[in-house]
């Protein structure tokens, strides 16, 4: 009796056993040589010798732990691990799914690698109830027809940290990730580069590293050097050249708690890679939706290879049919750069294209510099009522510095819409400073069926082909301008008020400071923005700072994203002692 008892507590001890380790069958240490019996039979904390490559396609529906990088079972068995190391798994078939994890609860996956599907996503989430952790994971050269190297749907929730997602390849949809009515997080170090959507029929090539759909994104990949982490060179034969969305709801957070060193960085992505005039967003395609912004690096996204034709557009950011977008920083929170946080360069062709009706669109806080539209403006607001009716797109801009951008064929800022009168476009703009741009005829380019109110805005240029307004002369378009600083007041409609013309005295142009100098006319020249965003200034200083020393125009506010404060002569001086 005695003897049974001891057999039946040791294969007890056996079955609840909190770590095993897999390897290689010539590896004696190792309590299986098989990973699926690990799984099927509970274990929550597998650990995997990196000897060997594991080849299989694995099935889990439970909760469970897979850990790489071990050097072989017994290091596993002693929990040695260096952190860095990684178990590489790839399918023994490779039209198989390496990891199918279906209706499971809790799953940690950390340092493997997975590789090499063809025909199938290395790894499908599928009504995961609790959260599938990837941490330290490499997902690389698989293809499928969609979500090459993570297929997520059915209310399934990820997360995604210290990861490098690449070299993934699909037809449809979603080069590296396909998201559908499912929640997905990517934070910490995580780079997601060279992925693509190659697919040439219409309604593929969509989202070169990301498809989602009714899908709840948070991101929050980035780093300073704009290679460590981030979404880099992506693309996209059709739409969305890193990120094609719909009806999705989107936040992009650089400055969220203690990570506020690392923007959110897009870099190289291009969408409409085929060059065949399809295909827009070369960072982000939003079709309807919500995405939320800050602390954003955009560098050097491109609408096309060639930038050409009127449908390549939208290099950093194409929204549409009702999308809302907000791109703003937090002034509580620290920065990853010197104000602003938002840095848009480098880009080729529209940088940012609002279309249809029901879009929103406010940007605020954002440096946008250096980037070149050989077809249409910087920015392009678009309404073609003829195939949606409703109003829109109401666009905001507020607390920006637009500055040695090229608009070949158009001015930086340019409307257009449908000449039926069905739809009305709204532009606010207010405390931005337009300068050193160079376009073709009016920065601000109005076209028919527009409502545009600027405000306290520094539009100012040297080139002798650029001024400031080219407004459409029609009873639809309603110009409301008041109070800025321009430097040819000839070209400035009529009706205008507060009309400054004079230099903007700025800090250093030279080396693109536009602070505001001591003597510069911006300064006190203005009464509030009517519906302003902020009481704060692109330095997050507070507005209405008033210089006893000026005599004010009409109020104690600067024109421009600058507001201007006296150094502090006691700490100049040297009297903080």
């Not at 095993?20 to 039979?41: F, P």
């Not at 009873?475 to 109070?483: G, L, Q």
């Not at 125009?553 to 421009?560: A, F, Q, R």
Request: aromatic share 6%; glycine share 10%.
């Amino acid at each position: 009796m005695k003897k049974i008892v001891c057999m039946l507590v040791f294969l007890l001890c056996q079955t609840s056993q909190a770590a095993v380790s897999v390897g290689g069958s010539n590896d004696l240490d190792c309590h299986y040589h098989d990973l699926q019996s690990a799984i099927n039979d509970g274990h929550d904390d597998i650990r995997l010798s990196a000897q060997s490559t594991i080849s299989g396609a694995f099935t889990i529906s439970g909760s469970t732990g897979i850990q790489g990088g071990f050097l072989d079972c017994a290091a596993a068995n002693a929990n040695n691990n260096d952190g860095t190391s990684k178990t590489t798994i790839q399918a023994n078939n490779s039209d198989f799914t390496i990891l199918n994890i279906n209706q499971a609860q809790n799953v940690t996956l950390k340092q493997l690698q997975l590789q090499q599907t063809v025909n199938a996503p290395a790894i499908i989430a599928t009504g995961v109830s609790g959260l599938l952790h990837l941490d330290g994971i490499e997902l690389n050269n698989n293809d499928a027809d969609s979500g090459a190297a993570l297929h997520i749907t059915q209310g399934s929730m990820v997360q995604i940290d210290n990861s490098h997602i690449h070299h993934n390849n699909v037809l449809t949809k979603g080069g590296a990730i396909f998201c559908d009515s499912a929640s997905l997080t990517i934070s910490q170090n995580n780079l997601i580069n060279d992925n693509t959507a190659s697919g040439t029929a219409f309604g593929t090539g969509i989202g070169g590293a990301i498809f989602a759909e009714n899908c709840q994104m948070n991101i929050r990949a980035g780093h300073q050097d704009g290679q460590s982490a981030g979404f880099i060179n992506n693309q996209s034969s059709d739409d969305g050249g890193a990120i094609a969305a719909e009806n999705s709801n989107m936040t992009f957070d650089g400055q969220y708690a203690f990570e506020t060193q690392h923007p959110i960085v897009f870099k190289g992505n291009i969408s409409d890679v085929d060059d065949n005039g399809n295909g827009t967003g070369g960072a982000i395609y939003m079709h309807r939706g919500v995405a939320f912004l800050q602390s954003i690096w955009m560098d050097g996204n491109l609408g096309s290879p060639s930038g050409t034709g009127q449908f390549n557009r939208g290099a950093a950011l194409h929204a549409s049919r009702g999308a809302e977008v907000v791109l703003t920083q937090d002034p509580t929170i620290d920065c990853w750069r010197s104000k602003p946080c938002n840095l848009i360069e480098n880009s080729n062709h529209v940088v940012l294209y609002i279309q249809r009706p029901d879009t929103s669109f406010a940007m605020t806080d954002t440096e946008v510099r250096h980037n070149d539209a050989p077809y249409t403006g910087i920015i392009w607001v678009r309404n073609s009522c003829c195939i949606d009716n409703g109003d829109g797109p109401f666009v905001t801009l507020e607390n920006n510095v637009f500055h040695h951008n090229t608009s070949a064929n158009s001015g930086l800022i340019k409307t257009d819409a449908s000449t039926n009168d069905c739809c009305q476009i709204s532009i606010n703009m207010q405390h931005n400073t337009i300068t050193d741009n160079v376009g073709n005829g009016g920065l601000v380019d109005i076209n028919q069926n527009v409502t545009l109110n600027f405000n306290n805005n520094i539009i100012h240029n040297v080139d002798e082909d650029t001024w400031a307004f080219d407004i459409f002369d029609d009873p639809s378009t309603t110009a409301s301008i008041d109070c800025i600083l321009v430097e040819d007041g000839s070209l400035v409609p009529n009706h205008a008020t507060g009309v400054l013309v004079g230099d903007p005295l700025f800090f250093d142009s030279t080396n693109e400071n536009y602070h505001l100098t001591a003597a510069s006319p911006a300064i006190d020249a203005c009464e509030p923005a009517i519906n302003a965003l902020s009481p704060l200034d692109i330095d997050t200083e507070n507005r209405g700072n008033d210089l006893p020393s000026v005599n004010n125009l009409s109020g104690s506010h600067d024109i421009g994203a600058d507001e201007f404060y006296l150094p502090d002569l006691i700490f100049k001086q040297g009297f903080e002692g």
